[in-house]
Every structure is written in C-alpha cells, then in structure tokens.
C-alpha cells in the first residue's frame, strides 16, 4: 500500500527523510514547530536536486515533480487528514517527542502509523502517550537518509506486527535495507555496536600503543572500514558519543559500558571534534 507521509520535524533528518520520501514517488506532507526550518529544508532539497540535474541523474521536469509531492504544512493538525504514516523526527527531548506523539494521536486517523526516528529513546516510553501503542513502531534512519542505506526497525513493547510490518514496507520503498530489531534496547544494533568499539580505540590510543593515525589505518587497512574509529568519533563529536556511553552505563548498569575517562576530559577541554574544535587528532599527546 502506497503511504501517504507526514514528517514531522524539518532539520537534518526530516527534510532528509521528506527527500527520500518523494524520491521513491510517496506523497509527503512537512511539518516544523519553526517554519523557517521547513524553508531551509526545502532548499537544501531542491539544492541537491539542481546538482543531480547538473549532473545528469534527474531531469529538470523530475526535480520539480519531487519538489511538488512536499507539501509544506503549519502543525500536525493541517498535516494529519488523509496521512497514512507519521515519522517523527524533532529534537532529542522526551518531553518533546511525548508532545508530539499526544498531538499525532489527537488528530491522524487510527489506522495510521506513528514512527519515530529516535537514536537512543525508548520507543515503548515514547508509545505511552498515545491511546494505542500497537501503532508505534521505530524507524531508525541514517544521516544522510538520501545515502545511507539502513534503516533500522525497532518492535517496542506494544507494537502490532503489522506495524512493524508496514514500516519495513515503508523502508523498502524508499529503496533501503530494514532490519529488525526485536526488542526494544538502548542503541538499537548499530550503536550498541559501535560505542564500545569507539571506546576501545579511544583506550587503545591512551595506552600509547600506536598514534591516532595508526589506529585509523590498522581499522581501515584490516577490517576494510572506510575510516578509523578516531576518526569517525571526531566526525560525529565526542561530546555526542560520551552522552550516547553515559546513557548506555546508566541503562544496561554494567561496567563494560564505562566511557573512558580520556573521552570525558577531552569533553571538559571544549576539544570534542571536527564540528566544534579539535578532538583526538589534533590532541599533541594522548588525552
Ligand atoms: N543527525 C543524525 O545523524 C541523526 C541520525 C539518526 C537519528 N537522528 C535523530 O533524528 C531526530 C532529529 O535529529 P536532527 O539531527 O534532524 O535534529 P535537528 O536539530 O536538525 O532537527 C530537529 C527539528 O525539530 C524541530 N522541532 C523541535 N520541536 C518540535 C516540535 N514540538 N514540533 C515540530 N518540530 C519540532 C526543530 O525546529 C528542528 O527543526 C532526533 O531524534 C535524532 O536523535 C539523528
């Protein structure tokens, strides 16, 4: 069944998410609580369309097309008649998301999907604001979602398998690989992957067993990762990464999960990466 979208939330991962959406030929609605988001959101799309028609990859007829099937709306309420499937991705706030997912029961109709592209809240948590938790499925998504070919799938508690089903649908649609996961766990797969193996280069690195670069080069050049651990904790932040740890110690209560303590005095030092000043490669000794 072909989904009729709202996404509600306009930064990064919305407007990414409302692209891919009208990529794959879906009618999509865009709602911020900022509209001046929704705006920018649909520059940076009709942006990336123009390189694509530079480029050769899409007409110029076809850029406006995807253009056309977002529609930009005021609130959730103007967004909600006649869509079959709601992603929400607003800010990493409980409290925000729960306001979200109240106005998102309120008016949608019932048989619609309520999904949320959350990257570390529980989604049985988020499920509790609404009449029906059965509806309430996550879809976790990739930055940029346009490229990533992932998208996550987490059942919560309450969800319905047809739910879950239908977000898996929706996800090939929009020509990515879902996977599911079946229970309702801080980090979903990938993060609860990838922080202790961040953490352990970062140990690595403290212990002065090899350079940063060195680290970088033994990942990339012997497991074929396409760049080293330091390197993607900096591209990333180690301000988020020490967050997304806290989180994960505070959750799971196990030892194994302990941030190291280099990450967090890096924090302290303001050095917390690439976006916002230098993190491990630029540190003159280990942290
Ligand atoms: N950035 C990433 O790499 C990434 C990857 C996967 C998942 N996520 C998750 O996606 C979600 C969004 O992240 P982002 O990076 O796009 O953030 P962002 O800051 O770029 O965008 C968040 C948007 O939410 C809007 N917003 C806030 N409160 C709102 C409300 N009540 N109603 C409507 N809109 C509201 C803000 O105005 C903003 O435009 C978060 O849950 C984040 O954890 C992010």
């Known amino acids: 069944m072909a989904e009729t979208l709202l996404v509600v939330g306009a930064g990064q991962m919305g407007s990414g998410i409302a692209h891919l959406a009208a ?10 609580q900022d509209p001046s988001q929704v705006t920018r959101g649909l ?3 009709r942006q990336l369309n123009q390189r694509a028609v530079d480029k050769g990859r899409l007409s110029a007829d076809e850029a ?4 056309a099937s977002i529609h930009p709306v ?3 309420a103007a967004g909600a008649a006649g869509a079959s499937f709601a992603i929400e991705a607003v800010v990493e706030r409980v409290e925000v998301k729960q306001a979200v997912f109240k106005a998102l029961d309120a008016h949608l109709a019932a048989t619609a999907v ?3 592209n959350t990257s570390s809240i529980s989604i049985t948590q988020l499920a509790a604001s609404v009449r029906d938790p059965r509806r309430v499925v996550g879809m976790h998504f990739f930055n940029p979602p346009v490229v990533m070919k992932l998208v996550e799938v987490i059942r919560g508690l309450g969800s319905s398998d047809q739910t879950v089903q ?3 649908d929706l996800a090939e649609t929009m020509g990515k690989t879902a996977i599911e996961v079946k229970k309702d766990s801080p980090g979903f797969i990938v993060n609860r992957i990838l922080m202790p193996f961040l953490a352990e280069a970062v140990k690595v690195y403290a212990e002065g067993l090899a350079s940063a670069e060195d680290i970088d080069t ?8 396409p760049m080293g651990p330091l390197t993607l904790l900096d591209f990333t932040g180690v301000d988020v990464c020490l967050d997304v740890m806290d989180y994960f110690q505070r959750e799971f209560g196990l030892p194994e999960y302990a941030p190291p303590v280099e990450m967090r005095r890096l924090v302290r030092a303001g050095r917390v990466g690439k976006k916002a000043g230098a993190g491990f490669f630029d540190y003159p000794e280990a942290p």
Do not use: C, E, Y
Request: glycine fraction near 6%.
């Open 114 to 116: 309520i999904a949320t």
């Open 166 to 168: 239908r977000a898996k």
């Open 74 to 76: 005021a609130d959730i």
């Open 64 to 67: 406006k097309a995807l253009i």
């Open 23 to 32: 990529q794959s030929g879906l009618s999509v609605r865009l709602t911020d």
């Open 43 to 45: 520059d940076r799309i």
């Open 218 to 225: 033994a990942i990339r050049l012997g497991l074929n990762h």
